[in-house]
């Protein structure tokens, strides 16, 4: 069921656009973000705001591999797997996490808490391995600092702190996200610990090279 409230939410995204049929992803991402997947409520919702047919709303729903038709868990996990991800050890970090969740790629949690994908590339390949959970970014993930998010999560009630992630494409703004938890949390300062530590490492490196 579409409410009142993201209709007119989607109303204001198409009215940034000189065209509303450019406002078709911003607002597959709103309905997305709060339905949890597509619907074909949702599609006849994005189709009327923007003035198109619902079939051409569902093709480009199925091309985009980031639009979802069936429900997921509270916190989608994606790996990266690229080559750059691939050299650093993505495949440990990707193994791990089937194996903590206890469910293999592509699979969703049985209490509907965790859903893990490997995604073909992420585009932070300057900070492999990358990872994102809800459209969050984290990088030089290893399978420690994975087993460390995967406890925040837990602890923090799954997405409670990660919500604002996906706000900048509700807005109509396009794909932008953080690459930091918002929240005082130990179990991020040991994340982000990690994630500097790494960092350093690697400068370290280059300079001395």
Known sequence: MIGEEVQVRLREIVSRYPSARSAM???LHLVQEEQGYITPEGIIAVAEAIGAKPDEVESVVTFYSMYTEEPKGRCVIKVCTSI????????????????????????????????LEA?????????????????????????????????????A???????????????????????RLDAANPA?????????????AQQNGAHER
């Not at 650093?88 to 965790?114: N, W």
């Not at 809800?134 to 999560?153: I, W």
Request: aromatic share 6%.
């Open 25 to 27: 992803l911003p607002c």
């Open 188 to 200: 991020v300062e040991a994340v982000e610990a990690a994630d500097t530590a790494d960092t350093t």
């Open 157 to 179: 009630g799954d997405t409670a702190a990660l919500t604002s992630a996906w706000q900048p494409v509700s807005d109509g703004r396009g794909m932008a996200t953080v690459s």
């Open 84 to 115: 750059a991800c691939y050299l650093r050890g993505c495949d440990d970090v990707l193994a791990h996490l089937e194996q903590r969740l206890g469910i293999r790629k592509g699979e969703t949690s049985s209490d509907g808490r965790f859903t």
């Open 119 to 155: 995604a073909e590339c992420l585009a932070a390949c300057g900070m492999a391995p990358a990872m994102q959970v809800n459209g969050r970014f984290f990088e030089n993930v290893t399978t420690e600092s994975a087993d460390t998010l995967v406890d925040y999560l837990v602890s």
